[in-house]
């Protein structure tokens, strides 16, 4: 079983759209998620850690649901520039590997 | 801060051949460095771990003898690709991180550009 699953879409939304993604962790032990942004032939850029409470930076709200072992990104009011493929990242429970989950595509439609 | 760079970011080279990869964190040390490898249209799959001054551990199905790693410094991580392959055509991305850098339960890691590998 992969360590974290995640659906790939691809997201197609029109401008100024509510978009969710969502990402499924396989270890229960896991203590800290991410979501990166990767635009085309780049490396991921962090976009937000993910903590218990769930936290919000402007039009973009991550949630951790630990009993059903999945977190989610929320972007509101998507912009032309939102369009990349965001991943869910999770550190391994030793602490010493982290992984990605496939990426989910996204592209905002004018 | 915490800068990591790459060398060479985009390499072409005949089968058979070896190449080396260079991942350094220019502003830190980096106590951990990660080697990935992406496919067009894929994710980033973890290859291997590895600590300053010790051997690097290997995810399940990447040939260690294959993808020869080495972390020497706490800021320098290589990656050799010994006999290259078509096959090993990839985008191979490394990512450091530090025990002095922490924005959570773990240490935050920070990517390099990234290594774009054609094997002919």
Known sequence: ?110 | GAVVSQHPSWVICKSGTSVKIECRSLDFQATTMFWYRQFPKQSLMLMATSNEGSKATYEQGVEKDKFLINHASLTLSTLTVTSAHPEDSSFYICSASSAEIRTSVHNEQFFGPGTRLTVL
């Open chain 1, 1 to 110: 079983r992969k360590e974290v699953e995640q659906d790939p879409g691809p997201f197609n939304v029109p401008e100024g759209a509510t978009v969710a993604f969502n990402c499924t962790y396989s270890n229960s032990a896991s203590q800290s998620f991410f979501w990166y942004r990767q635009d085309c032939r780049k490396e991921p850029k962090l976009l937000m850690s993910v903590y218990s409470s769930g936290n919000e930076d402007g039009r973009f709200t991550a949630q951790l649901n630990r009993a059903s072992q999945y977190i989610s990104l929320l972007i509101r009011d998507s912009k032309l520039s939102d369009s990349a493929t965001y991943l869910c990242a999770v550190w391994g429970n030793t602490g010493n590997q982290f992984y990605f989950g496939t990426g989910t595509s996204l592209t905002v439609i004018p």
